[in-house]
């Protein structure tokens, strides 16, 4: 059984840093990619970063040069860390373990003020 939970969300203003992190139980954690999304209200679930085993890493367009995802095997960790963040970036964000199915946590909001 697979559990990841998400902490580090909270209220920031425009220009604020946060990091987020997704702590997994279970033993795949280290063979598989994983993967930061967020969810806007009304909007669908997208990819903001992912990062593979190896430690290849990517990024949608709008938090290039501002977020950096980062992973310690060792931990069962995941990290998102969001710099400049912006009024946009508002959202709940979730992390993923892709195993040939896609295991999820529970989200931590994240809000950003202007």
């Known amino acids: 059984q697979v559990q990841l939970v998400e902490s580090g969300g909270g209220v920031v203003q425009a220009g604020e840093s946060l990091r987020l992190s997704c702590a997994a139980s279970?033993?795949?954690?280290?063979?598989?990619?994983m993967g930061w999304y967020r969810q806007a209200p009304g909007k669908q679930r997208d990819l903001v970063a992912r990062?593979?085993?190896?430690?290849?890493?990517k990024y949608a367009d709008s938090v290039k040069g501002r977020f950096t995802i980062s992973r310690d095997n060792a931990k069962n960790t995941v990290y998102l860390q969001m710099n400049s963040l912006k009024p946009e970036d508002t959202a709940v964000y979730y992390c993923?373990?892709?195993?040939?199915?896609?295991?999820w946590g529970q989200g931590t909001q994240v809000t950003v003020s202007s």
């Open positions: 993923a373990l892709e195993a040939g199915y896609y295991y």
């Open positions: 990062i593979t085993t190896g430690g290849t890493t």
């Open positions: 279970g033993s795949i954690f280290s063979i598989n990619p």
